[in-house]
């Protein structure tokens, strides 16, 4: 079983209790499946009618429905693995809104570069080819770690005396499209000290940020979008402003000649991840059973769909239509 919901990648936020839409910027196509596996036995002699409820007090969303872990292969073909988890790519939450389940929010003021560490993500220097592919992971991975010690670097040293340092790009690719708004990047002992590695006048003298909300390609009409384009930067720590919508690449090119250094990209996301997958315990009915009706509830996010906005918008959860008193729930009768 599969559902499709619709929601805004912006600060707009549901309202906790009641799930109606908060001030809205702008509508994105965003799709949730939820997925309930059954496993039926045999025919009662004696039937029975009981009510299973996932997302209850006695099922709780991240137990699955206490039933058999799913298992499912996950990545790439190159690089795959067996998740066993109710939420595969980690993009499904349950504290946004308690006894709900949604795709994973994000209000602005979290980081969430090292997403792209995650799934079919990715952080990358596809032109920087004199660099050995084990520091040049270790220093990209140091951008968006959080680790102050480690920095991305093109300096010149007695061994490298000339180093290319204009027109390198920085690809970060989450491997979906995930809602942003700010970018932040600066060289080590600026945002946090660092006494040890004093390179604060190591930044990065000109650059430009783009984004792409899919994989590049001029024959498929997916062109990068310049955002932002600075050539005699003067501030150590860069804020960009992007407009709040989704996106999956985020490049950084730099437009300087001179040396630098960057300790960490930052992005803050914003909305609702969207796409997310949650599929429950393989639930094992122990007996005969005739499966009946299968009911849900979802809430809202954002207006009702319109001729000019075909994404519906939407998120999460579930519940008996016949009943308002438990609002986060499936029966099965
Ligand atoms: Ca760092």
Redesign the pocket.
Known sequence: MSTTVNTLPTNADMTPEAGTPARQRRFHPITFFFTLLFLLISQSAQPQVRTYTLGGPEHPWRSGGDGHDPSFIVGNRFNGLVDTTNTPGDAIEFSHRVGWVSPRFFDGQANIASLVLEGDGSIKAPNLISVSSALLKTQLE??I???????FERKPSPFNPQVATFGIWVVLDFGRQVGVQRLRFYP?NTLVSNLQKPFHNDYLRGYEVWINHRQTSSTTGAPDRLVKRVLDNQDPIVNVDVPPQYVRLIKLRTMTESPFEI??IEVYGTGYLNSATYLSDLIDLSAPATVGTLSWLEGLVGEAPSPNSPSRCAAASTTPPSSTANPSAMRMV
Request: overall charge negative; proline content about 0%; hydrophobic content about 25%.
């Open positions: 140091g951008i770690d959080g680790d102050h010690d480690i920095a080590r300790d960490e």
